[in-house]
């Protein structure tokens, strides 16, 4: 199926099930997108899992991003990428939100390899996800006090000494 | 036959005589020592697959004597510390260096262990010689098996050369005292 | 009553031993820590830690241009650093609809397909090495070798290659490069066999791995296994044949499907693709189109050297690719490739820039080790190292 075929099937039964505006559709390359509202996201991903013709019972991948310069209720958002094997369907899903209000509901329920996804972005990024069995950090060390893929925040080590920028006529 | 020219296992200086050998203590100690090292293969990343490569038949590391790897610190001479340290590791880096007993040596192979190598990020340590004192160091991303062979053989050199009281001298306890080792 | 049911339950907590198989073992290949609660031998729970490797791949990708962070997907997943390359180079050429000439794709497909054995090589022999028979490693070992040789003589470097450029491979195969592919073709089938009789049909090493860590459908996809562990497990999803890239669907090939997900099928799906990678890599040999070994990219491919030396723009060309300062269009991508162990997946954004906006690597390992707990529950412990080493768990691609 082409993928402004599938982009549209999927928007036709997202509006049919969730009203006019729940969703809206992008094509980047060959994955159709579809940004969405957080509130709603547990029981979109649930439909999409559950519906007969849809079916997408397999979770690729999920991380978080961080837009800088983007509108503050617009910042911070999360991907997912969903795959029904049987048909080879492959579609994308984004959400969106302020730095204010980070907290969203765990998949786990859902689909089980979301655990330790969702502890990453929590590592990386500080959202919070409610319902998550063991939310902490599984990267970085317990006691780091700093979301560190933050885009306010250094790569190198903050205490390093021997690669001053005077040594380097920076 | 023909009068073939068979060179004989190395021997130290001394003075030898009819049933009897004479020479010191330290270079037979030496001599015994550097040939029987157990490593311990303290093997994190890619390092470590070019290490399963020495041991194996090609560049066979257990010629040298090496041919116990050694898993438990109290049972071994050499820490190899091979690939990248991060900071969540380095203590326990440090509690296997505490462990093991005395003399013991410790190489750094490749550049992650030595410097951080191209890791120059908050979570890498840079160099495990700001964790534990060290005695070679093999750079490279990854060693090829010849150069980890080569910085063995420097260790075996360190062995056999070194003094049997370096290990309760004062000059050893302030380097280990630097790190804060006692 | 009820206070006596508390203590016996109490007594009974008391019974079980916590057994810390701690980052630095020997038998985990790679450092990753887990703490079992067991009432004697028998695992009743457990809890992995991870991270001990953690090398910000994501974060440093941020600061590095596109060339460049070509080193750093080669230590993802080590033993097969090729396929990773490729992957990368293949999702830069997505996101700037570059094409690349049919020889370039047919030479990567053979770079890949010799680091896949590879890299299978290390598994099955490292399976056999945990139940206690360490012959077929030092006999297949010295396969990796001639496949080192082979990288060898393709881009100077043994493990953490480096291999190809953005837009197709940086030289063509030599005619050295080619005999040694050769004498690897003609010399391994034999030595493949002689592992397989040592090993597969041994009653001790069958005794050890049949219904052991076994993994149904369900939990498989449930868990988002990918790669030789789902296949083992009964599902047939091969990224090569479902999405095919650099194609890959010009090759006749078979893939091969366990039942029962246990550690012996694992073990028999990776030996079962080495040999179809073998197929794979002779269709390709025999196959080999003439043309170009790099295709149309100047923003990305560095330009001829006697272009370099007689024309100003293929200078100009030049000195912006090595500095890094390319044009890169906007948008974002996914593209993801069969990997050793996988579906491994790079996700792009580029907002222009000299380096990407952000990039998130789905690794394999990472996803399927979390179903590890699970799968040990109600098992002994030398059951619970051997699943380890069957599901093999590369620590690289673990940590990222």
Redesign the interface.
Known sequence: MLVNELGQLVQDKLTLNFGEGSSKLEYHYDFPVFIVSKDKLYDILTFLKEDKDLSFKYLTTMCGVQFPNAQPELEFGLMYQLHNMEKNYRIRLKVFMPKSDLNMKSITTIWSAANWMEREAFDFYGFNFIGHPNLKRILNMEEMNYHPMRKEYPLEDATRHDKEDKYFGR | MKNIDINAAYKPEGIEGEGYFLTTLDKVVGLGRKNSLWPLP?A???CG??F??TM???YDLSRFGSER?S?SPRQADLLMVM??I????GP?LRH?YEQMAEPKWVMSVGACACSGG???????L?GIDRVIPVDVYVPG??P?PEQIIEGFMKIQHLVETESLRRRESEEYKKLLGTYGIQ | MELKEKELVELAEKNYSVLNLGPTHPATHGIFQNVLKMDGEIIIDSEPTIGYIHRAFEKIAERKPYNQITTLTDRLNYCSSPINNMAWHMTVEKLINAEIPKRAQYMRVIIMELSRIADHIICDTVIAVDTGAATGYFHLFQYREMIYEIFEEICGARLTTNIGRIGGLERDFSTMAWEKIQKFMSKFPAALKEFDRLVTRNRIFMDRTIGVGSVSKEMAMRYSFSGPNMRAAGIDYDVRVMNPYCSYEDFEFDIPVGTSGDTFDRFMVRLEEMWQSYRIIEQAIAKMPEGRYYGDVPDFYLPQKEEVYSSMEALIYHFKIVMGENDVPKGEVYHSVEGGNGELGFYLISDGGRTPFRLHIRRPCFIYYQSYPEIIKGGMLSDAILTMSSMNVIAGELDA
Do not use: N
């Open positions: 303290f994190t990343s890619c697959i070019e399963m490569a194996a038949a090609g790897l898993f690939g990248t991060s900071k969540k590791m326990i296997v191209i890791f120059d990020t908050y979570s890498v840079q991303c990854p090829r």
